[in-house]
């Protein structure tokens, strides 16, 4: 799933990891038991569920008839339900307020990189898992962790020097080095077992 859905969509996966991975990133999605972000599906209200879903950089959710379906359906205000595709429902999460904190930045991520093509900011907070295994290809930008409260693991600190905010009209790229297991984060929260065949760009 984490290979299909960016391939037949150009957006990065939320998601997918199964149960029998023993990893702390698998908090981040929902996985076979039904649990969503570390709660089962029907404990969850909108407005929290809403946070977490803007602090993981979530645009689009995909899902299945179920409760989580139901609680999407409840407030059409915050979940703009786009489009269904046999058993699976697409919805627009109108909380999405960008890929990072503290600046207002393009990003594109694929996989094992994630691409800053512009940035407002010399120092900001990327909306994506942090490894250690990162590293910037751009000489004078800086990266660390970020803790984040409620989250296992932390998101992406990026310290830039001027002279990199000035070239970022071109790219800067931050890789992750032999991390193909890691799922890329912000796009799509996706349900395991979604038909991806007959799925197109949605947003056009």
């Given at each position: 799933?984490?290979?299909?859905?960016?391939?037949?969509?150009?957006?990065?996966?939320?998601?997918?990891?199964?149960?029998?991975?023993?990893?702390s990133?698998?908090?981040?999605?929902?996985?076979?038991?039904?649990?969503?972000?570390?709660?089962?599906?029907?404990?969850?209200?909108?407005?929290?569920?809403?946070?977490?879903?803007?602090?993981?950089?979530?645009?689009?959710?995909?899902?299945?008839?179920?409760?989580?379906?139901?609680?999407?359906?409840?407030?059409?205000?915050?979940?703009?339900?786009?489009?269904?595709?046999?058993?699976?429902?697409?919805?627009?999460?109108?909380?999405?307020?960008?890929?990072?904190?503290g600046?207002?930045?393009?990003?594109?991520?694929?996989?094992?990189?994630?691409?800053?093509k512009?940035?407002?900011?010399?120092?900001?907070?990327?909306?994506?898992?942090?490894?250690?295994?990162?590293?910037?290809?751009?000489?004078?930008?800086?990266?660390?962790?970020?803790?984040?409260?409620?989250?296992?693991?932390?998101?992406?600190?990026?310290?830039?020097g001027?002279?990199?905010?000035?070239?970022?009209?071109?790219?800067?790229?931050?890789?992750?080095?032999?991390?193909?297991?890691?799922?890329?984060?912000?796009?799509?929260?996706?349900t395991?077992?979604?038909?991806?065949?007959?799925?197109?760009?949605?947003?056009?």
């Amino acid at each position: 799933m984490g290979h299909l859905m960016p391939h037949y969509t150009g957006r990065a996966v939320l998601g997918g990891l199964s149960i029998q991975a023993f990893v702390s990133h698998g908090f981040a999605g929902i996985d076979d038991r039904k649990v969503l972000f570390g709660k089962p599906v029907g404990e969850w209200a909108v407005d929290g569920l809403s946070g977490l879903l803007d602090l993981y950089a979530v645009q689009y959710v995909v899902c299945q008839p179920g409760a989580l379906n139901s609680l999407l359906l409840s407030r059409p205000d915050v979940f703009r339900l786009v489009r269904a595709v046999e058993s699976q429902r697409i919805y627009a999460f109108e909380g999405f307020s960008g890929y990072a904190i503290g600046a207002d930045v393009e990003v594109v991520a694929d996989y094992n990189r994630i691409e800053v093509k512009r940035a407002d900011a010399q120092a900001f907070v990327l909306k994506f898992h942090w490894d250690e295994r990162m590293r910037a290809m751009m000489p004078g930008c800086e990266l660390a962790p970020e803790p984040m409260k409620g989250v296992p693991v932390p998101f992406v600190r990026v310290r830039m020097g001027a002279e990199v905010k000035h070239k970022l009209g071109s790219k800067a790229e931050i890789r992750k080095v032999e991390s193909r297991n890691l799922l890329l984060l912000g796009g799509i929260l996706t349900t395991k077992g979604t038909e991806t065949r007959s799925l197109q760009r949605w947003d056009d």
